[in-house]
Structure formats: C-alpha cells, structure tokens
C-alpha cells in the first residue's frame, strides 16, 4: 500500500508560480510512475502530467505545457509540480497519483487546492 500526501497549494494571482509536492511512503517508490491530475467541481478529474520510475520520460497535458515541470527524487520519495504563468483556469485540487503501470494509477493522494485569481 503506497500513501501520498501532497502539499504546496494555495492562493495565487494569475501569472505567478507554485511548486506542489507529493509524499510518498509504503512502496518501492522508484519503481512506479508518478503523475498529477486536477479536478474542478462539477467535472472529471483530467490529466496533468506524468513522470517515469525512472525520471527519463515526462508527459504533460496540452494545457500545461510549456507552463508546468515534473520531476521526481527518488532519493526521497517526492514528486514535485512546479506550476509557472498560472491561469484562472489553473484553478483546481490537484492530485498526486502512483501508478505500477503508466497510464492506470493505483494509489491517489488526498488532493490540495491551487486557486488562481484573476
């Protein structure tokens, strides 16, 4: 059993950054993919980004890029988001998430909120 715990959100204003983190204990961590989606009230939880056991491979969604970095220290057992040029439509919980096969996440973190403000 792998438990997540993220932090690092809060209040910004549009065009500012965040960096969240995501804690992960319980599991071989450096084996699993790591990744973030985010959920507004109302609509699916969508895809944000993801990052391999290993670091050399990332993904993100088309809104995010050029924006948002993943990166990982598996040293650590973190997984970090840092978040820059931040939109109102940012906005959202996020959630960390691990996955033992990339694309299907088997263990999700409780989520923490980014609000953008315009």
């Known amino acids: 059993q792998v438990q997540l715990v993220e932090s690092g959100g809060g209040l910004v204003q549009a065009a500012g950054s965040l960096r969240l983190s995501c804690a992960a204990s319980?599991?071989?961590?450096?084996?699993?993919?790591m990744g973030w989606h985010r959920q507004v009230p109302g609509k699916e939880r969508e895809f944000v980004a993801a990052i391999s056991w290993t670091g050399g491979s990332t993904n993100y969604a088309d809104s995010v890029k050029g924006r948002f970095t993943i990166s990982r220290d598996n040293a650590k057992n973190t997984v970090v988001l840092q978040m820059n040029s931040l939109k109102p439509e940012d906005t959202a919980v996020y959630y960390c998430a691990a996955a033992v096969f990339r694309g299907s996440y088997n263990w999700w973190g409780q989520g923490t909120q980014v609000t953008v403000s315009s």
């Open positions: 319980g599991g071989t961590f450096s084996r699993l993919t």
